[in-house]
């Protein structure tokens, strides 16, 4: 057994986050470890990773006892945890990213300094062995966002640990990137390494997993064989309830008549795209990261400025779109950056959703009818099942990353847009807010609105939408109507650009 | 706990003393932005020493380059009831508010070696004329240079352009130049912004580029050293005399400039009547203060000091009355 | 194509201040032939060195992200008390071994404040820059200090050829250069500038980097004073005076940036030194009208920060595609 843990128990005060949890990891098995947010994965882990101390209960570690006093001595005990946030320095070389903690070193004249060469020789070393093939001297600013993923593994590798904790590793990654990933994994389990890998996307669980850990509300619900288990049985464990079906389902059509339409428009990444919105239709656009699905919708909400190209709503020509102008005309943005676009995070819960609203509910001179803000927005906090306890004091960063979402999309709904524009809107969030917010936009669609929906999951664009665009390189390669949706066709519609750019 | 205590019993003990100050004597505030020039040390101790021989008492404070402090300072003049306000401001705009609070409280204020920049108020200005001793100054070493009967390329080391003074002494010195344009040259012109790496580099490029300048004219006293730093790198620093020579005139007549001209090695500087200067400053005061009528502005003609009146003039050169550190 | 042409912008970007150095080179030789000779640029490297060696301290502190406003100050005591001490007949050795302790004693005190009280380094170095100012004068008693022949001779020394003070700048710059470059120090500078949480969580000890940069930035203040001083023969109570944003001026010049983690002491402020005197020089050599000198010196640290802050926005923007 490499790794024991015994009855752990863990209180911040009066709160019990832990309740006796008992973890068991063998040589060369991964253990998925799945729970929605706030179910204790993180503070298992940390407790791991020698963060902090448990409350009560034991470890264990190759038989013997385990007790770390800071991250550095779990880190020497061979504990290694790759976080969602990379531990990256830009500034700096990957090879300097590389040794930071510790250069190789030669001495001269008593005096001891780096010594470049063998650093180098090492890094390459190390970077042939992930089959990366960038420079040790190249910034680190200048990789993708992949590389710099692997970049990050490739650090703890170095220090040959025997157990690497992932937390959501692959958000930041494509689909292929992520294969790739996941070849490394396999390998790294073949060579004996223990790995737990922490998740919300219960397939990727299923396929790399040996066994899975379920935990809800601090306490261990089952730790059992991957092949006893399936992803609804998954879900319930996890939510603790079944949920009827994973994407809700809807009666409504698109109807005839155009909202939105847009011809060749070109700026930035994008080259001429031309595409249409009907009212009550979900459009969903997929692509790989970089492909220009977020800039499109930038340029389109005017938030970039396109260099040319035609915007037409209900059938009049839009010049200069902007923010302000959208929404008035009933047109919202969903952002990708919650956290830095969308949210004023140290604002309480009811200033951050009455903050779109604020425009239309003007009257009499300008001023804001308070009270009617007021119930409004609380109206629209419990339709979206956001969990708080004072709406107008607490802070929105007090909130979890799904009950913030809530709030960003309770600020557009109390809008009550016509259309909705949401970039990648359940990136990191649990299954159970996940099937919240599906439920919600499918209520909007029923009232008559449309969705603009990028997203790069392919099950929930195949889920939820009426027909797919796909982009690639700045461009639209194929479209999807519903009913000949076809994942492998999807894929590879949004590979084909790519594979063109590599032969190149 | 207890240092709350202490500065709260410290508190009490000021106020007791100073309420207790006898206010028979007149009082004289006297707020100075800086003391960060040898020129503002000797002006506030002439001050000083004129107020002791004119048995009055004085509050003095210093602003370093503060004007807000200095707003506060004066405040406090006022609410201590001073009879009279002797002010060297921060600049020609922020005396201005000053100048209507002492208005404003009916205390006389003088205002030393600045114009204000409004002409609003009651205020008496006392300045040295930069721009007719500078003007003197030069003339002098024109009259040196055609009496030599040579050609010289001329340099200037000019002050800080955003101060007037340093404005009115280029002035000057450019208006006395062209008189002698049959024998002068002017070659280079070194900004400095008062700061002496700037000057010695300014000097020494400036002989890079006119290895032949043999007459130079620094818009303060205080730059000399960086001067002559560069004079004897170029191998050009000799005294009067000497075929080397180079004509060297200033401005202030400070510490430094009366050791040259002891030495022999500067040929003129003009000087402020700092001694002139503080005793019109307070005659001023006690003057409004018995009703006489009085001018806006008092002038200090200065004069100038070189080999020929060194000995009788020193006595009126603030800078031979300090000790020059050696 | 466009990927072509990117590129070279990109190039040029990155060595702007290269370039404008070049250009004010060619500029100031077509237009004065004194300019581009030996003696001059010998002229301009003497009358740098100063300013070198302070810019290279500060350097090391912009790179934690820090700032040390207290550098002026520093060099016009170390001024004031060697000055003292030579005056009074003590070895020039001694004073300058006690006023290298006081710029280091300065360095220590900065550091403390910064990391003990977790005061921001504005403050902090705002205070000390007060207190050595008000120190200074104190000691001096407002007095110019005219310092004995045996300094100013130091100051115009020269060994195998080469002046003392330029002799002095290399070393200092050479030394900064390889501990940036060579050593773990050098390396955690960089990293605890870019992030100090990730830095600790990588093993670093924020506080020990933070107080050695402090301790180089007060050294090499102390040792710009003394080659300063070395050549001036005395010192007025103006010494030093906005010395420390000359000495941010040059490494901003030199691409270090302001917010930490980029920039360089060789190439980058070394070169921005160079620009700055070249241009002082360049422009009495030809006779500049005085008014011309501060706006010029105002329009290319304009013209630089432009150029950071354009690379900046490619930076992010490249970050946001997730390119390269």
Redesign the interface.
């Not at chain 1, 290694?80 to 030669?106: C, G, R, W, Y």
């Not at chain 1, 982009?471 to 949004?494: V, Y």
């Given at each position: 057994m490499l790794l024991k843990m015994n009855k752990i128990s863990k209180s911040f005060g009066e709160v019990a986050v832990l309740k006796s949890i008992d973890l068991k990891l063998e040589k060369g098995q991964l253990l998925g470890l799945v729970g929605e947010n706030g179910a204790g994965k993180s503070t298992l882990m940390n407790i791991l990773g020698g963060l902090f101390a448990p409350s009560r209960g034991t470890m264990e570690l190759n038989a013997e006892p385990f007790i770390p006093n800071s991250p550095n001595d779990a880190l020497k005990a061979g504990i290694a945890f790759v976080h969602q946030e990379l531990n990256l320095f830009t500034n700096l070389t990957v090879m300097e990213n590389l040794f930071i903690s510790d250069f190789p070193k030669k001495s001269m004249l008593g005096l001891s300094f780096l010594d470049r060469k063998k650093a180098i020789r090492k890094t390459d070393e190390l970077l042939s062995e992930m089959g990366l093939s960038i420079s040790p001297l190249a910034k680190v600013d200048q990789l993708t966002a992949a590389q710099q993923q692997l970049l990050e593994i490739t650090k703890i590798l170095n220090n040959s640990p025997q157990i690497i904790i992932f937390d959501e590793p692959t958000t930041s990654l494509t689909r292929y990137e992520t294969e790739k990933l996941f070849s490394l994994i396999r390998k790294l389990k073949a060579d004996g390494t223990g790995i737990i890998y922490i998740s919300h996307n219960l397939e990727d669980v299923m396929l790399l997993a040996d066994q899975i850990m379920v935990l809800r509300d601090g306490q261990l619900i089952c730790q059992e064989d991957k092949t006893a288990l399936s992803i609804p049985k998954l879900v319930k464990a996890m939510v603790g309830r079944d949920l009827d079906q994973y994407f809700p389902s809807r009666t409504t059509m698109p109807a005839e008549e155009n909202l939105l339409e847009v011809k060749h428009l070109f700026g930035g990444l994008v080259q001429e795209v031309s595409f249409s919105i009907r009212k009550q239709e979900v459009l969903g656009f997929y692509g790989l990261v970089g492909a220009g699905r977020s800039e499109l919708a930038r340029l389109l909400y005017g938030l970039d400025p396109f260099t040319s190209g035609n915007i037409r709503w209900k059938r009049n020509k839009i010049s200069k779109p902007s923010p302000t102008k959208w929404v008035h005309e009933g047109m919202a943005f969903l952002t990708e950056n919650r956290r830095e676009e969308g949210l004023m995070i140290q604002q309480s819960i009811e200033k951050n959703i009455q903050l779109a609203g604020l425009t239309k509910e003007r009257s009499l001179g300008n001023l804001i009818p308070k009270q009617i803000i007021k119930n409004k927005v609380r109206q629209q906090a419990n339709a979206n099942k956001i969990k708080y306890h004072d709406i107008s004091r607490q802070a929105v960063a007090t909130l979890s990353g799904g009950n913030q979402q809530k709030v960003v999309l309770a600020k557009w709904l109390l809008l009550g847009p016509e259309l909705l524009i949401l970039d990648e809107p359940t990136k990191g969030i649990d299954i159970g807010a996940r099937h919240e917010i599906y439920t919600l936009t499918n209520n909007l669609v029923k009232a008559g609105s449309s969705i603009l929906l990028i997203s790069s999951d392919i099950e929930e664009l195949i889920g939820l939408c009426d027909r797919i665009l796909v982009m690639s390189e700045g461009r639209l390669t194929k479209e999807f109507q519903k009913g000949s949706f076809d994942r492998s066709n999807i894929l590879a519609a949004a590979l084909h650009g790519q594979e063109k750019d590599e032969k190149r | 706990m207890g240092y709350k205590g202490l500065i709260a019993l410290l508190g009490i003990f000021t106020l007791f003393f100073s309420c207790r100050q006898p206010k028979e004597k007149t009082l004289i505030g006297i707020s100075f932005e800086t003391l960060q020039t040898e020129y503002w040390v000797a002006s506030i101790d002439a001050l000083k020493a004129s107020c002791e021989e004119n048995e009055l008492d004085y509050l003095e404070a210093v602003a370093n380059s503060d004007a807000n402090r200095q707003f506060e300072q004066v405040n406090n003049f006022i609410s201590r009831g001073v009879d009279g306000i002797v002010i060297a401001p921060k600049d020609a705009h922020t005396v201005i508010p000053i100048i209507k609070a002492a208005n404003r409280a009916g205390i006389p204020i003088v205002v030393y070696n600045r114009l204000p920049a409004l002409n609003k108020g009651t205020y008496t200005t006392i300045v040295a004329d930069n721009y007719e001793i500078t003007k003197k100054t030069v003339r002098y070493m024109g009259d040196l240079a055609r009496t030599s009967g040579k050609k010289y390329k001329a340099m200037i080391l000019i002050g800080d352009l955003g101060d007037t003074n340093a404005v009115m002494r280029r002035k000057g010195f450019n208006d006395a130049i062209r008189e002698y344009s049959d024998v002068i040259e002017l070659v280079a012109e070194v900004p400095t912004e008062w700061n002496q790496e700037k000057a010695l580099a300014g000097v020494t490029n400036a002989l890079q580029a006119n290895p032949d300048i043999g007459f130079i004219f620094s818009s303060s006293d205080f730059l000399f050293p960086s001067v002559i730093s560069a004079l004897k790198n170029a191998d050009k620093y000799y005294p009067i005399g000497h075929e080397k020579h180079i004509i060297l005139g200033g401005f202030d007549g400070d510490a430094m400039a009366y050791k040259m001209l002891k030495s022999g090695h500067l040929d003129v500087t003009g000087v402020q009547n700092v001694y002139y200067e503080c005793d019109l400053a307070l005659r001023a005061i006690m003057g409004i203060l018995e009703d006489k009528p009085l001018d806006r502005i008092l002038i200090d003609p200065g004069f100038i000091i070189h080999q020929q009146n060194l000995e009788q003039m020193s006595t009126y050169m603030w800078g031979a009355g300090l000790n020059s550190t050696e | 194509m466009k990927w072509i042409l990117n590129k070279n912008m990109q190039r040029l970007l990155d060595n702007s201040t290269m370039v404008l150095f070049a250009l004010t080179v060619l500029f100031f030789s077509l237009l004065?032939p004194?300019?581009f000779?030996f003696?001059?640029f010998f002229?301009i490297l003497v009358?740098g060195a100063?300013l070198a060696i302070l810019a290279t301290g500060m350097t090391f502190v912009l790179l934690t992200a820090g700032i040390d406003l207290s550098v002026g100050s520093i060099m016009f005591l170390v001024g004031v008390i060697s000055g003292k001490m030579v005056?009074s007949g003590l070895p020039l050795w001694f004073a300058g071994v006690i006023v290298l302790g006081i710029g280091l004693a300065f360095g220590f005190v900065n550091a403390l404040f910064i990391f003990r009280l977790k005061v921001i380094p504005f403050i902090v170095t705002l205070a000390t820059f007060?207190a050595g100012r008000g120190l200074g004068?104190l000691i001096?008693?407002?007095?110019?200090?005219?310092l004995p022949e045996s300094l100013?001779k130091l100051?115009?020394g020269k060994i195998w050829g080469i002046p003392v003070p330029i002799l002095l700048m290399l070393i200092v710059v050479f030394l900064a250069y390889?501990i940036l470059t060579?050593?773990?120090f050098g390396?955690?500078v960089?990293?605890v500038?870019?992030?100090p949480e990730?830095?600790r969580?990588?093993?670093?000890s924020v506080n020990r980097v933070l107080l050695k940069v402090y301790l180089i930035c007060g050294f090499c203040a102390a040792l710009g004073g003394l080659v300063?001083i070395s050549?001036?023969?005395?010192?007025?109570?103006?010494?030093g005076?906005?010395?420390e944003f000359m000495a941010i001026a040059a490494a901003i010049l030199g691409g270090t940036s302001l917010f930490g983690?980029?920039g360089s002491v060789f190439p980058g402020t070394l070169i921005g030194v160079l620009l700055i005197?070249s241009i002082?020089?360049g422009l009495?050599?030809?006779?500049a009208?005085?008014?011309l000198?501060?706006l010029i010196t105002g329009s290319i640290i304009f013209l630089i920060v432009m150029i950071d802050s354009l690379q900046n926005m490619r930076?992010k923007k490249?970050?946001k595609?997730?390119?390269?």
């Amino acid at each position: 057994m490499l790794l024991k843990m015994n009855k752990i128990s863990k209180s911040f005060g009066e709160v019990a986050v832990l309740k006796s949890i008992d973890l068991k990891l063998e040589k060369g098995q991964l253990l998925g470890l799945v729970g929605e947010n706030g179910a204790g994965k993180s503070t298992l882990m940390n407790i791991l990773g020698g963060l902090f101390a448990p409350s009560r209960g034991t470890m264990e570690l190759n038989a013997e006892p385990f007790i770390p006093n800071s991250p550095n001595d779990a880190l020497k005990a061979g504990i290694a945890f790759v976080h969602q946030e990379l531990n990256l320095f830009t500034n700096l070389t990957v090879m300097e990213n590389l040794f930071i903690s510790d250069f190789p070193k030669k001495s001269m004249l008593g005096l001891s300094f780096l010594d470049r060469k063998k650093a180098i020789r090492k890094t390459d070393e190390l970077l042939s062995e992930m089959g990366l093939s960038i420079s040790p001297l190249a910034k680190v600013d200048q990789l993708t966002a992949a590389q710099q993923q692997l970049l990050e593994i490739t650090k703890i590798l170095n220090n040959s640990p025997q157990i690497i904790i992932f937390d959501e590793p692959t958000t930041s990654l494509t689909r292929y990137e992520t294969e790739k990933l996941f070849s490394l994994i396999r390998k790294l389990k073949a060579d004996g390494t223990g790995i737990i890998y922490i998740s919300h996307n219960l397939e990727d669980v299923m396929l790399l997993a040996d066994q899975i850990m379920v935990l809800r509300d601090g306490q261990l619900i089952c730790q059992e064989d991957k092949t006893a288990l399936s992803i609804p049985k998954l879900v319930k464990a996890m939510v603790g309830r079944d949920l009827d079906q994973y994407f809700p389902s809807r009666t409504t059509m698109p109807a005839e008549e155009n909202l939105l339409e847009v011809k060749h428009l070109f700026g930035g990444l994008v080259q001429e795209v031309s595409f249409s919105i009907r009212k009550q239709e979900v459009l969903g656009f997929y692509g790989l990261v970089g492909a220009g699905r977020s800039e499109l919708a930038r340029l389109l909400y005017g938030l970039d400025p396109f260099t040319s190209g035609n915007i037409r709503w209900k059938r009049n020509k839009i010049s200069k779109p902007s923010p302000t102008k959208w929404v008035h005309e009933g047109m919202a943005f969903l952002t990708e950056n919650r956290r830095e676009e969308g949210l004023m995070i140290q604002q309480s819960i009811e200033k951050n959703i009455q903050l779109a609203g604020l425009t239309k509910e003007r009257s009499l001179g300008n001023l804001i009818p308070k009270q009617i803000i007021k119930n409004k927005v609380r109206q629209q906090a419990n339709a979206n099942k956001i969990k708080y306890h004072d709406i107008s004091r607490q802070a929105v960063a007090t909130l979890s990353g799904g009950n913030q979402q809530k709030v960003v999309l309770a600020k557009w709904l109390l809008l009550g847009p016509e259309l909705l524009i949401l970039d990648e809107p359940t990136k990191g969030i649990d299954i159970g807010a996940r099937h919240e917010i599906y439920t919600l936009t499918n209520n909007l669609v029923k009232a008559g609105s449309s969705i603009l929906l990028i997203s790069s999951d392919i099950e929930e664009l195949i889920g939820l939408c009426d027909r797919i665009l796909v982009m690639s390189e700045g461009r639209l390669t194929k479209e999807f109507q519903k009913g000949s949706f076809d994942r492998s066709n999807i894929l590879a519609a949004a590979l084909h650009g790519q594979e063109k750019d590599e032969k190149r | 706990m207890g240092y709350k205590g202490l500065i709260a019993l410290l508190g009490i003990f000021t106020l007791f003393f100073s309420c207790r100050q006898p206010k028979e004597k007149t009082l004289i505030g006297i707020s100075f932005e800086t003391l960060q020039t040898e020129y503002w040390v000797a002006s506030i101790d002439a001050l000083k020493a004129s107020c002791e021989e004119n048995e009055l008492d004085y509050l003095e404070a210093v602003a370093n380059s503060d004007a807000n402090r200095q707003f506060e300072q004066v405040n406090n003049f006022i609410s201590r009831g001073v009879d009279g306000i002797v002010i060297a401001p921060k600049d020609a705009h922020t005396v201005i508010p000053i100048i209507k609070a002492a208005n404003r409280a009916g205390i006389p204020i003088v205002v030393y070696n600045r114009l204000p920049a409004l002409n609003k108020g009651t205020y008496t200005t006392i300045v040295a004329d930069n721009y007719e001793i500078t003007k003197k100054t030069v003339r002098y070493m024109g009259d040196l240079a055609r009496t030599s009967g040579k050609k010289y390329k001329a340099m200037i080391l000019i002050g800080d352009l955003g101060d007037t003074n340093a404005v009115m002494r280029r002035k000057g010195f450019n208006d006395a130049i062209r008189e002698y344009s049959d024998v002068i040259e002017l070659v280079a012109e070194v900004p400095t912004e008062w700061n002496q790496e700037k000057a010695l580099a300014g000097v020494t490029n400036a002989l890079q580029a006119n290895p032949d300048i043999g007459f130079i004219f620094s818009s303060s006293d205080f730059l000399f050293p960086s001067v002559i730093s560069a004079l004897k790198n170029a191998d050009k620093y000799y005294p009067i005399g000497h075929e080397k020579h180079i004509i060297l005139g200033g401005f202030d007549g400070d510490a430094m400039a009366y050791k040259m001209l002891k030495s022999g090695h500067l040929d003129v500087t003009g000087v402020q009547n700092v001694y002139y200067e503080c005793d019109l400053a307070l005659r001023a005061i006690m003057g409004i203060l018995e009703d006489k009528p009085l001018d806006r502005i008092l002038i200090d003609p200065g004069f100038i000091i070189h080999q020929q009146n060194l000995e009788q003039m020193s006595t009126y050169m603030w800078g031979a009355g300090l000790n020059s550190t050696e | 194509m466009k990927w072509i042409l990117n590129k070279n912008m990109q190039r040029l970007l990155d060595n702007s201040t290269m370039v404008l150095f070049a250009l004010t080179v060619l500029f100031f030789s077509l237009l004065s032939p004194e300019f581009f000779s030996f003696n001059n640029f010998f002229n301009i490297l003497v009358q740098g060195a100063a300013l070198a060696i302070l810019a290279t301290g500060m350097t090391f502190v912009l790179l934690t992200a820090g700032i040390d406003l207290s550098v002026g100050s520093i060099m016009f005591l170390v001024g004031v008390i060697s000055g003292k001490m030579v005056v009074s007949g003590l070895p020039l050795w001694f004073a300058g071994v006690i006023v290298l302790g006081i710029g280091l004693a300065f360095g220590f005190v900065n550091a403390l404040f910064i990391f003990r009280l977790k005061v921001i380094p504005f403050i902090v170095t705002l205070a000390t820059f007060y207190a050595g100012r008000g120190l200074g004068l104190l000691i001096s008693d407002t007095r110019a200090i005219n310092l004995p022949e045996s300094l100013l001779k130091l100051g115009s020394g020269k060994i195998w050829g080469i002046p003392v003070p330029i002799l002095l700048m290399l070393i200092v710059v050479f030394l900064a250069y390889f501990i940036l470059t060579r050593t773990n120090f050098g390396k955690h500078v960089y990293a605890v500038g870019h992030d100090p949480e990730k830095s600790r969580k990588a093993g670093i000890s924020v506080n020990r980097v933070l107080l050695k940069v402090y301790l180089i930035c007060g050294f090499c203040a102390a040792l710009g004073g003394l080659v300063a001083i070395s050549q001036l023969g005395a010192i007025s109570p103006t010494f030093g005076l906005q010395s420390e944003f000359m000495a941010i001026a040059a490494a901003i010049l030199g691409g270090t940036s302001l917010f930490g983690g980029r920039g360089s002491v060789f190439p980058g402020t070394l070169i921005g030194v160079l620009l700055i005197q070249s241009i002082q020089n360049g422009l009495v050599m030809i006779n500049a009208d005085p008014y011309l000198h501060p706006l010029i010196t105002g329009s290319i640290i304009f013209l630089i920060v432009m150029i950071d802050s354009l690379q900046n926005m490619r930076r992010k923007k490249a970050k946001k595609l997730g390119l390269n």
